[in-house]
C-alpha cells in the first residue's frame, strides 16, 4: 500500500521554511502479485485484462479483512454479523465484501456499520455460513490499473503477474494522533525505530561560492545551521497498530505537520538518576 500527499515546501534563504497541503487526503495505491496456475486461471486473468484494463476495478482492502460471525441468507439479510469492524476503514455509503472463493463473493453497498456489524442496502445473493477464518468481509475501494502489468512464468506451470492500483476514491480523513507521545503540543516519536542493516542520514547546506576560476574561492551560507534528515521506520505486528501508523500519517498530512523525532544516538550519557520534575540533568 502506498498513500501519496502532495505539499508546497516554501522555503526562505536562512533556511526557515512554510509547509502547506494541496491535497486534503492522499492518493492511495495497491500493488498486488497475483501467483496462477498455468491454465484456466491464467487464461481468465488474461481474459479480464482484455478488456477491462482501461476500466474501474473493485479493490477490497484485505489486510482489513475481518471473519464472518453470523449466517447470512441470500435474498434476506441486510445485517451481517462480523468479528470486529475496528481498526479498518469501513465507509458508510461506500462497498464491502463477502468473500469465500473466487467463483463466490457479493459486492454490496454499506448503509452503517457498527462494531460488529455492518449494514447493508441490498441482501446479497449467496448464503454464507462462518467458517473459522474461510469466510471474510472487506471494505472495498474502486481504482484504475495505474501502470503495464507486467508478468512472469515459472518452468513449474506457475505464472506471477504484478499490478498497480490507483484508488479513485479515497476523499476520507483518518486523522487522529491519540496514543502517541506529545511534547510542547507536537507528537514526540519516541518509540523504538526499527532499523534493516543501516540508517541513512543526510546534512545538506545551501553553500554559495564565489569563484572566478583564476584565484581563491569564497564560500559563504545565509543560513546559520545545516539540515539534517533521518529515517524513520515502524513495525508492526497487529492490525492496531497499522491502524495507529495510518491515523498518524493522515494527521501529518503527509510532510505538512512539524512533529519530533529523536537522533536515535548516543548523544548525551546520564551520570545520575533522573526523576520527574527534575529541570536540571547530570
Not at 487464461?43 to 477491462?52: A, C, M, Y
Not at 545565509?222 to 491515523?247: E, N
Amino acid at each position: 500500500e502506498i498513500l501519496e500527499w502532495l505539499t508546497d515546501v516554501l522555503r526562505h534563504q536562512d533556511a526557515t521554511e512554510q509547509r502547506r497541503a494541496l491535497r486534503k487526503n492522499p492518493r492511495q495505491r495497491f500493488e498486488w502479485d497475483f501467483m496462477l496456475e498455468d491454465g484456466p486461471e491464467r487464461s481468465l486473468f488474461e481474459n479480464i485484462l482484455f478488456e477491462w484494463q482501461p476500466r474501474t476495478f473493485g479493490l477490497p482492502v484485505w489486510h482489513e479483512a475481518t471473519p464472518l460471525n453470523g449466517s447470512v441468507t441470500g435474498g434476506s439479510t441486510i445485517v451481517i454479523t462480523v468479528v470486529s469492524t475496528t481498526d479498518a476503514d469501513y465507509r458508510d455509503g461506500g462497498l464491502v465484501v463477502i468473500w469465500e472463493s473466487q467463483t463466490k463473493f457479493d459486492v454490496l453497498n454499506l448503509v452503517s456499520h457498527t462494531a460488529t456489524t455492518l449494514t447493508v442496502l441490498n441482501p446479497p445473493a449467496n448464503s454464507y455460513t462462518p467458517l473459522a477464518d474461510l469466510i471474510l468481509v472487506a471494505p472495498m475501494r474502486l481504482g484504475a490499473i495505474d501502470a503495464a502489468v507486467t508478468g512472469s512464468r515459472f518452468l513449474q506451470g506457475q505464472d506471477r503477474f504484478r499490478a498497480r492500483f490507483r484508488v479513485k476514491d479515497n476523499d476520507s480523513n483518518l486523522a487522529s494522533t491519540s496514543g502517541w507521545s506529545t511534547f510542547g503540543g507536537k507528537v514526540l516519536l519516541d518509540d523504538f525505530n526499527f532499523v534493516r542493516g543501516t540508517m541513512s542520514e543526510d546534512y545538506d547546506h545551501d553553500v554559495e561560492v564565489v569563484d572566478n576560476r583564476t584565484g581563491v574561492t569564497v564560500e559563504s551560507s545565509r543560513q546559520d545551521r545545516h539540515r539534517r534528515t533521518s529515517v524513520k521506520t515502524f513495525t508492526v505486528k497487529t492490525r492496531a497498530d497499522l491502524w495507529r501508523i495510518r491515523q498518524l500519517l493522515h494527521a501529518f498530512r503527509g510532510r505538512q505537520v512539524s512533529f519530533y523525532l529523536p537522533t536515535f544516538s548516543r548523544d548525551l550519557t546520564a551520570i545520575a538518576t533522573m526523576t520527574s520534575g527534575l529541570t536540571t540533568l547530570a
